[in-house]
């Protein structure tokens, strides 16, 4: 079974590696290749659901999806991300949201995105047994406050917060932290000043792992980050064979005569 005590233990020594995937057939895709850790990430809402952003998502949204790539997932540690205003606005509720998660749906984590008010109910969480990683830096969650997605820490005050954020986070038992959309410096800051590992994304190669969307990744998006990189074009791929499959319809050379079979024993009904 694969432990938090794994990926903490990588910290310095060997990168981390983390992906997104959001149903059963990539979970197996993504653990297959041997990726450390698979983010069950509230993007689902942008890459699955089709929303603009990220705060329509609800706790059955991230239940749902986070036990189908559970079920197909067999050595990569699974982490669910806690949606809007699933947590922090109630200690109980944000404990039963949390816990729902590994109970029912068997992840092995929670992601919080993170700022003072998670301080203390990551402690709490910790205490319970369920392990937290946080995420600092751009926070999509607060997209109606910061007016899009701009990066974040760019000058003295809030890199300085943003370490401040982290250290406490630290002491209150994260076993990992997600730095996203931050200068590459105060990225490997941040890294050289915890113990614990963190997971750049649009962060710079100083952290101890990376994360990307998968859909980004492979090539699926139709528009992805300027910091993300793919691997792949899977988009093509698929309109490719979409696109043959209408024209073999269309002409009739879909379905031929191996794609069906005869019943010599029935008498013709019309």
């Known amino acids: 079974m694969p432990s938090v005590r794994d990926i903490r233990a990588k910290a310095g020594e060997e990168p981390i590696t983390m992906l997104t995937a959001y149903d059963a057939p990539t979970a197996s895709i993504v653990d297959e290749a041997g990726v450390d850790i698979i983010l069950v990430g509230d993007s689902l809402g942008n890459t699955s659901l089709g929303y603009e952003t990220t705060l329509p998502v609800t706790v059955d949204d991230m239940a749902r ?33 949390a816990g729902r998660m590994l109970k029912e749906e068997e992840a092995h984590g929670v992601k919080l995105e993170c700022g003072p008010h998670t301080v ?36 003295q005050e809030a890199a300085e917060r943003i370490l401040e954020l982290a250290e406490a986070h630290e002491a ?26 963190t997971i750049g994304i649009g962060a710079g190669p100083d952290c101890d792992g990376q994360v990307l969307v998968v859909d ?33 319809v269309e002409s009739g050379e879909f379905p031929a005569d191996e794609h069906s079979h005869e019943e010599s024993d029935l008498e013709e009904i019309y």
């Open 65 to 97: 999806h986070t036990g189908a790539v559970a079920r197909a997932t067999d050595d990569a540690l699974v982490v669910a991300d806690m949606p809007f205003l699933s947590i922090g606005v109630d200690e109980a509720a944000s404990i039963e949201n």
């Open 120 to 155: 203390d109910l990551t402690e709490k969480l910790v205490e319970l047994g369920i392990p937290v990683m946080g995420h600092l830096g751009l926070t999509p969650q607060h997209v109606n406050q910061y007016g899009g997605y701009p990066r974040q820490g760019t000058d």
């Open 172 to 197: 209150a038992g994260v076993f990992s932290l997600v730095l996203e959309h931050v200068p590459s410096n105060l990225a490997a800051d941040v890294t050289a000043a915890l113990e614990i590992p």
């Open 216 to 248: 980004d990744a492979v090539g699926l998006s139709e528009w992805s980050p300027s910091f993300s990189k793919q691997f792949g074009n899977v988009r093509a791929e698929m309109e490719s064979a979409v696109g043959e499959y209408v024209s073999a």
